[in-house]
């Protein structure tokens, strides 16, 4: 089965500052992988979701990117952090040909100052 | 994706039997019924899925009625750490969509 594994695991940054999250995923190929963020007592909100390398899809226009170098490897980034931006940013994977069995990684609490 | 309505939150008490319903009006005849589960600070863990009828499995069953309008996650006799937000998911995800999750139900389960 996929274990995905995510880093830092939590992170104080202050406004204006750069981000980077990374999350690689192990047992599985050729996964689609999703960055998710949600905020204090809030529902999970999609921010970016990939197919495949170098392939990334956005949904939700923002000040935040993503990136997909390796066919296991997903990368959150931000040149300028925002307040808003604060939250618990979360990766998942979806094996090919699996039906909405989505794995989750344990997240990244980001606290932006 | 279909939209889904399920409560906000639910209390519950050790031993019990809870049933957490889901609305899905908009169901297509492909999309699948999915729930999960959610702890504090963990990302969401996958509890049951469904097509029609019901489902079984260790921790959970899911009933679905014919129409597919709607679903019923239900917990047999809930613990304390059963105490949980759950999501009620619809949909197929092909690749090129990913899972839209609501806000979920809270579940508090008391001593």
């Known amino acids: 089965s996929q274990t995905i594994h995510q880093w830092p695991a939590t992170l104080v940054q202050p406004v204006g500052s750069p981000l980077s999250l990374e999350c690689t995923v192990e047992?599985?190929?050729?996964?689609?992988l999703y960055w998710y963020r949600q905020a204090a007592g809030r529902g999970l909100q999609l921010l970016f979701y990939?197919?495949?390398?170098?392939?990334i899809s956005s949904e939700v226009p923002q000040n935040l990117s993503a990136s997909r170098p390796q066919d296991r490897q997903f990368i959150l980034s931000s040149k300028k952090l925002l307040l808003s931006d604060s939250g618990f940013y979360l990766c998942?994977?979806?094996?090919?040909?699996?039906?909405?069995?989505?794995?989750f990684g344990p997240g990244t609490r980001l606290t932006v100052l | 994706l279909a939209k889904t309505t399920q409560p906000i939150s639910m209390d519950s008490y050790e031993g019990q039997e809870v049933n957490i319903t889901c609305s899905h009006n908009?169901?297509?005849?492909?999309?699948?019924i999915t729930w999960y589960q959610q702890f504090p600070s963990q990302g969401p863990r996958f509890i049951i899925q469904?097509?029609?009828t019901k489902v079984t499995n260790e921790v959970a069953s899911l009933f679905i009625p014919a129409d597919r309008k709607s679903s019923t996650l239900s917990l047999p006799r809930v613990s304390l750490s059963d105490t949980a937000v759950y999501y009620c998911?619809?949909?197929?995800?092909?690749?090129?969509?990913?899972?839209?999750f609501g806000s979920g139900t809270r579940l508090q389960v008391q001593p």
């Open positions: 998911l619809v949909g197929r995800d092909t690749g090129r969509r990913a899972l839209t």
């Open positions: 998942a994977c979806l094996e090919q040909g699996s039906y909405n069995e989505q794995f």
């Open positions: 990939s197919v495949g390398i170098g392939q």
């Open positions: 047992g599985t190929s050729n996964p689609n």
């Open positions: 908009n169901i297509a005849t492909n999309d699948y």
């Open positions: 469904g097509y029609k």
